[in-house]
């Protein structure tokens, strides 16, 4: 549904990723891992329209993005930056900021946007602190509520730009199972992650870069067999069965 | 000071929407009260009645209450009213928009503007100094457009702005002290327009800016969501579909409009566009739509009292009223800040 064409983009001129192909499905959780510096973020602002590539096109369900307006743009893909500023305000006012695609010219909230941020502070479990102000609360509970604001935005694409990073482990994980329902409900969910665990635990696709190219795009699986972790990041990876989980997980190494 | 704290506490929830209206309410209060006292008070007392008898518009019109009335207080107390008003909507913004506290009108140079032009009537053409405002009013305008102009290059990130304000205003600077030093005659009226002031100001005067001041102050009143959703940061806002550049660009504009208008009245009062926001956001948070309205009647009551103390103090000696925003919000503004809860301070 979401296809980029021999993308090419960076800052100033200079070239940070280089001729990309890749098309991302519905309803799929991709997460994109790499070395600091491999053009992971690029590609993600890219795809949410806060960088012009320097050529190339992106296709949504098989329209150019670049022929929508902003607005349109906001309605369709949302995107979560991994640094931003956090205002003074509380929970539920920044909740219902993810409804600012949707709001007519006087800005008022309607009883849908009402009802839609109430859901997606329920989906996030943050509806017990809806009016506290967002400067008092954790960084695990600020991320949960950036989350739910994304969620409120409701896009068919959700772009996460490291999401668990800074977190507690019990965090990362409930952040990561927040993200995994909205597969469940439909969405496209693409993630960089730096924890490989996570990612090849949780991703249904792992997107490989290296010096701004896609080494290798495939299920965790493929992947994995295909060494090229292993190569790129300079680790060992191994597999293991974790009987008590029914399912398996991935240990890396020097 | 205890309602201070009560407020403090207040405003940590600031949702709660009938507190608002009511701050709103007893600020416009305040706004008719303080305006029926600049009317009243001063070197010759005025009666009550005879203000009422006035906004009838039945008094006599030959008494010297009404003399005094039409020709001195009503158009000193517009001035304070609207310039103080116009102030603290434009430092509102401007601290909002660029995400720097410490932001105030003349950080995008219109006071440096504002004050060559006045200079170079004094100066060279002392036959016009009738229009010394509408001259400052356009000095405050070009100085911002060279502003823009050099921030837009730099694709107006929010540093850029804030370092091509301190540039021009400096360059400006420089040729008002060239002027100076060529002109030393016209230092007097640079003193009186540095330090500022409401006397003197004609009903004429005023039309043209107070024009300005109401449009801006209605554009900037619809922009209060919008300003909410820029203060997440650029990444954030562009995101949710707000063409950010676009914003940032026009409610620069608008503050400029406010702040050159105000300046061009009453010459540089800058101290209000400084404080008032901040004061503002410590009664009712940071949500802008909420915060416009109220730092708007803030800005006037606070200016109005300035200017009563100014004339009222020393009579019937009358103090610049710069002088006594500083001497009052000085302290006022140092009480707050060792008040100030985690994150006060923050735009």
Known sequence: ?????????????????DNINI?????????????????????????????KPLSGNIFLDGKSIFDMPND???????????SRRVPNVSVY??????????MQFFRIPKKIDKMIVEDAMERTGIIRYKDRNIQELSGGEQQKVYIAMIIAQNTDVILLDEPTTYLDINHQFEILEIIKGLKEIGKTVIMVLHDLNSAF??????CLMEKGEIVIYDTPQVVFESKEVNRVFKVDCEEVYLKSKMRKQYIFSL | MNILHRFSIRRINNNCKAYNITVIFILIILLILSITLSIGIGYSKISFSSIVSFLLSNGDSSSKEYQIINYVRIPRTLTATFVGCALSVSGL??????????????????????????????????????FISIASF??????????????????????SIVLSGVAVSSFL?????????????????????????????????????????????????GFGYDMNILSLGDETAKSLGLNVVRYRFLLIVVASLLAGSAISIAGLIGFVGLIVPHIGRFIVGYNNRILIPVCALLGSIFTLFCDLLARTLFAPFEIPVGIVMSFLGGPFFIYLLSKQKRGFIDA
């Open chain 1, 1 to 17: 549904m979401l296809e980029l064409k021999n993308i090419s983009a960076g800052y100033n001129g200079v070239k940070v990723i």
């Open chain 1, 23 to 51: 098309c991302f499905e519905k309803g799929t959780i991709t997460s994109v891992i790499g070395k600091n510096g491999c053009g992971k973020t690029t590609l993600l602002k890219t795809i949410g329209n806060l960088l």
């Open chain 1, 72 to 82: 349109h743009i906001a309605k369709r893909i949302s995107f979560l930056p991994q």
């Open chain 1, 93 to 102: 006012d920044l909740v219902m900021y993810g409804r600012f695609p949707y």
């Open chain 1, 201 to 206: 635990s949780y991703s249904d696709k792992i």
């Open chain 2, 93 to 130: 913004i401007l601290q909002s928009i660029l995400n720097n506290p410490l932001a105030s009108p003349s950080i995008v140079g219109v006071n440096s503007g504002a004050g060559l032009f006045a200079i170079l009537i004094v100066a060279f053409f002392p036959s016009y100094l009738g």
């Open chain 2, 138 to 159: 356009i000095g405050a305008l070009i100085a911002t457009f060279l502003v823009y102009f050099i921030a837009k290059r730099t694709r107006a990130s929010k540093t």
């Open chain 2, 173 to 221: 600077n420089a040729i008002i002290d060239t002027i100076l030093i060529i002109k030393p005659d016209s230092a007097m009226s640079r003193t009186y327009f540095l330090i500022g002031g409401f006397s003197g100001v004609t009903v004429a005067d005023l039309r043209l800016p107070v024009l300005f001041i109401v449009i801006s102050v209605v554009i900037a009143l």
